[in-house]
């Protein structure tokens, strides 16, 4: 009983950053000016009250175009102050710290910029270190492609197996945890299909007209939706690599190197440019944008983590240019480091918000059919 007493007060209590949010919410529900430009507005007005599990929830819908900051009348400078992406800017970081397991690791969220740079040393100096023990030196005669005459398979395999099983175990604990709060509801096969299709399309970065989103000043752009699918579908390439390379070890028993036509090469090498092209305009639009339409707080993770890609996709395709070179020990210890740094923040950094993200998709695709009482009808 004691228990549940101390979940019931801590539900109602709200952080300031969420008080903030149910106030911002409360003037848009009287407005209602902004109902036609993304999902957050038509799911706030099913709502009269906003607890913390429906800010949150609202928080992390929110795409953070910037379009309703400039059609609002109660914007700043006016004396109500309505700023609704910076508002939900702010919760979602706390969403990420409040829901992350282990919960004593929420903290990394806020400190961001050390977690990576502490990851990004980490994992080049434990794959520089390896590579000179395993081998004797860094540079070596030409080795024709053969990755495992520096690594054995079964190490790399045992090693980012099992980092990143670790770290996608972790960070959908979080994200279920997430889940259970804001819905009672089950998703439904057309509901799947909805939360996907508007995921996969990142529907809600056009600003709710199609026109885009707003960065520096109130010109709209689609540029962040581009460069955002080029990042999203360039990191789906790669991965995809990575299985169909797998499937022809384990499957096929065809070794690497593979040859600059197969189709784990092809596959990487186009995610690879995807990987830079759309991170680097990621980055470029992140150091315009107008301060007042995020959370000043979130720059070292955002930038973190598009850097962390970057290096990823620069390292890889170094890499595949220097594979048959004396060098290739120094560029695959390098981008294996860059590589195990990246999945190591994977549960701690930027890489979540597209998983609480589409979950919050989910539950408006569950919510717009059946109402806010999502257990109710059709469950």
Not at 13 to 24: C, D, F, M, N
Not at 209 to 238: I, M, P, S, V, W
């Amino acid at each position: 009983m004691k228990q549940l007493e101390k979940l019931i007060i801590e539900a109602k209590i709200l952080s300031e950053p969420e008080a903030e949010v149910e106030r911002v919410m409360q003037v848009c529900n009287a407005c209602r000016y902004c109902e036609g430009f993304c999902a957050v507005f038509p799911a706030m007005t099913q709502r009269l009250t906003f607890g913390k599990a429906d800010i949150n929830y609202l928080a992390n819908l929110c795409h953070n175009c910037g379009a309703c900051l400039h059609a609002c009348q109660y914007a700043p400078p006016h004396e109500f102050a309505i700023n609704v992406p910076q508002a939900m800017a702010q919760v979602r970081l706390e969403t990420y710290q409040y829901y992350a397991q282990p919960a004593a690791l929420g903290a990394l969220y806020r400190r961001a910029g050390t977690t990576v740079t502490l990851a990004l040393a980490f994992g080049l100096s434990l794959f520089l270190l390896l590579a000179l023990a395993l081998t004797g030196s860094l540079i070596h005669p030409p080795l024709a492609g053969d990755f495992y005459q520096i690594f054995p398979h079964n190490l790399l395999a045992l090693m980012f197996g099992g980092v990143f099983t670790l770290a996608i175990v972790a960070l959908m604990a979080g994200v279920m945890r997430f889940w259970r709060e804001i819905t009672p509801g089950t998703p439904q096969t057309p509901e799947w299909l909805e939360a996907s299709k508007n995921a996969l399309t990142l529907k809600y970065l056009d600003g709710g007209h199609g026109k885009g989103c707003n960065e520096e000043n109130d010109a709209f752009t689609l540029q962040r939706r581009r460069f955002h699918h080029l990042t999203f579908y360039g990191f789906l390439l790669c991965f995809a690599a990575t299985l169909v390379a797998t499937g022809y070890h384990y499957i096929a028993g065809v070794e690497a190197p593979y040859p600059f036509w197969s189709l784990p090469v092809i596959l990487g090498t186009l995610g690879g440019v995807g990987l830079i092209v759309g991170p680097a305009g990621l980055l470029w639009l992140n150091l315009r944008r107008a301060p007042q339409q995020g959370d000043a707080r979130q720059k070292p993770m955002d930038r973190g983590f598009i850097l962390l890609l970057l290096l990823t996709s620069l390292s890889g395709l170094g890499l595949l240019a220097g594979r048959d070179t004396g060098w290739m020990g120094i560029l695959l210890a390098l981008h294996l480091g860059v590589v195990m740094a990246l999945f190591l923040t994977i549960p701690y950094g930027k890489f979540a918000h597209g998983f609480y993200r589409s979950a919050a998709l989910l539950k408006w695709a569950i919510e717009k059919r059946r109402g806010k009482n999502t257990g109710v009808a059709g469950d």
